[in-house]
């Protein structure tokens, strides 16, 4: 039997649940603004689905634990989803491999995963690279 105490560490050792949480806890995107949209994460552990809707207006974020309609309904499996927010997983990577499967508007899936992380130990910024680089990385020697 578990304890209240043990039942909250766990949950705290959750990554999809921090992620969810600190989102609902910012209340505020910035990288969010002028946009509005409604997102249902369908997070399938065997067959236990956990729901988690996410309300997006203007920068501002709701998030709920409802079973309900949405612009865009993600599903994909707990592992999954946790190796995104952790940045070990591209979301549109996931999306094109089956990992993750979008039922209504890609344009919502889109504006959400600008919140995911980036790799780890990324700073977000690429360095510029002049053509002739690239061109030379593309070359077989």
């Known amino acids: ?65 409802q079973d309900r309609p949405a612009d865009a309904i993600v599903r994909v499996e707990r592992a999954h989803f946790a190796a995104m927010v952790a940045g070990r997983l591209n979301a549109q990577a996931a999306l094109l491999r089956g990992l993750l499967t979008c039922e209504g508007s890609m344009a919502a899936v889109v504006t959400f995963q600008r919140c995911l992380p980036g790799p780890p130990g990324s700073t977000g910024r690429v360095a510029p690279i002049c053509g002739e680089t690239a061109m030379a990385q593309r070359r077989t020697p």
């Open 1 to 65: 039997m578990q304890t209240d105490d043990a039942a909250s560490t766990s949950a705290d050792a959750d990554p999809v649940s921090q992620f969810f949480t600190g989102l609902a806890e910012s209340g505020h995107v910035a990288t969010f603004d002028r946009e509005s949209t409604t997102l249902r994460f369908d997070i399938a552990d065997g067959d236990n689905v956990d729901r988690w809707y996410v309300s997006v207006h203007d920068g501002r974020v709701a998030v709920t634990r």
